[in-house]
């Protein structure tokens, strides 16, 4: 366990028969009360581990029915019914060249940090080449996940990081905290002529507008994936 | 939940029903003939089961629904499904 943000853990879970995973694949999270009652929860595999070893990053929402737990209270050695991973759809397939634009509402980068991962794994195999960049939407500073590690693998071309901060802005930053809008996000991703694939994560307002801006800009539709968190979409 | 989810998180419920990833499936609407992936479908959660409706024209296109032990599949808005073989 380990906690990435003040209100979010990374649980690192041993899913006995684990043998494949994609990067984007999802679990789902069953919890059961004494009385029966159960809740099931996607949650996306941050990264997959060698073995049968998976991790996830677990946002909690303080109204929330799961996520509360498995941020406070899930210990270490406890057991979870996990199905999965799932979803064939919302996934990198290193074999394709094409760039690669991820676009991360707060807990959205989620999935995308198992791509970027398992892009920084490929070395110089096949799918390296794949230039990679993330656009990350996030309140401020210290709710940004996974930060050190994405500053160590940032390198352009091969994984450019661009952050907008939507309450707090970094000490000494120039620009002020803002929303993520049209023109920010069309000035920090990878222009149509090349054509990129997109993955396009976080909650449901997020994702719509994020992709009706990208259709606007002339990014084929086509070329754009999404995976919808849930929630009204209060931006991150 | 408010709203609706991606199809996609429809892929572990599923799974307990179809073999192999229904969700890369490519589903054909019954009612106005759209084809895509069942990922593309947008999935409606309750407690009770799950709703994919149509993104071009927002009819059910199938329905899951568990209770009692069992699950009850009702796939009466989708004409064909191709899948591609695990
Ligand atoms: C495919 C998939 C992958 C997901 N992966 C992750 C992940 O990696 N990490 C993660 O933290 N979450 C992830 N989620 C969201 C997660 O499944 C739950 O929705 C979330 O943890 C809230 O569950 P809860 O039981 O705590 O809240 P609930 O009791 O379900 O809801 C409480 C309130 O929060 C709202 N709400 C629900 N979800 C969100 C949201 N994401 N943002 C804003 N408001 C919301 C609801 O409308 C409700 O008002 C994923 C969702 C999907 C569909
Ligand atoms: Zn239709």
């Known amino acids: 366990m380990t906690q990435e943000t003040r209100t979010a853990r990374t649980l690192r879970l041993r899913l006995p028969g684990l043998t494949s995973h994609r990067p984007g694949q999802h679990v789902d999270v069953r919890l059961t009360a004494p009385d029966g009652y159960t809740a099931v929860r996607s949650y996306s595999v941050a990264s997959a581990r060698p073995g049968d070893e998976l991790e996830l990053t677990v ?19 406890d057991q979870l019914e996990v199905r999965g991973p799932v979803g064939g759809w919302f996934v990198w397939d290193p074999a394709d060249p094409s760039p690669v634009q991820l676009i991360a509402g707060g807990s959205g980068v989620v999935p995308l940090m198992a791509m970027v991962r398992a892009h920084a794994a490929a070395g110089s195999a096949p799918g390296y080449e794949a230039p990679f960049r993330l ?16 500053g160590d693998l940032a390198q352009p071309p091969i994984l450019t990081v661009d952050y907008v901060y939507t309450r707090v802005a970094p000490a000494g930053s120039l620009t002020p905290p803002r929303r993520l809008d ?28 994020v992709s009706d801006w990208l259709v606007q800009a002339g990014y084929p539709a086509e070329r754009i994936k999404t995976e919808r968190y849930g929630g009204t979409g209060v931006t991150p | ?31 106005c003939g759209r084809t895509g992936a069942m990922a593309t479908t947008r999935c409606y959660l309750d407690p009770h089961g799950l709703v994919l409706r149509c993104p071009g024209c927002a009819e059910v296109l199938l329905r899951l629904v568990e209770g009692d032990g069992q699950l009850r599949l009702d796939l009466r808005g989708v004409s064909f499904l191709t899948l591609t073989r695990p």
């Open chain 1, 182 to 209: 049209a023109p920010t996000l069309l000035a920090s991703i990878i222009p149509v002529s090349q054509n990129p694939a997109f993955f396009i994560c976080g909650a449901t307002a997020f994702v719509e507008s």
């Open chain 1, 135 to 150: 656009l990350y939407s996030v309140r401020s500073p210290d709710s940004a996940y996974y930060g050190p590690e994405l």
């Open chain 2, 1 to 31: 939940m408010s709203g609706y989810l991606d199809g996609n998180a429809a892929a572990g419920a599923l799974s307990e029903v179809f073999v192999g990833d229904i969700t890369t499936a490519l589903g054909r609407c019954a009612h």
């Open chain 1, 59 to 77: 946002e909690e929402l303080s109204d929330g029915e799961v996520s509360p737990y498995l941020v406070h209270q899930v210990a270490v050695g």
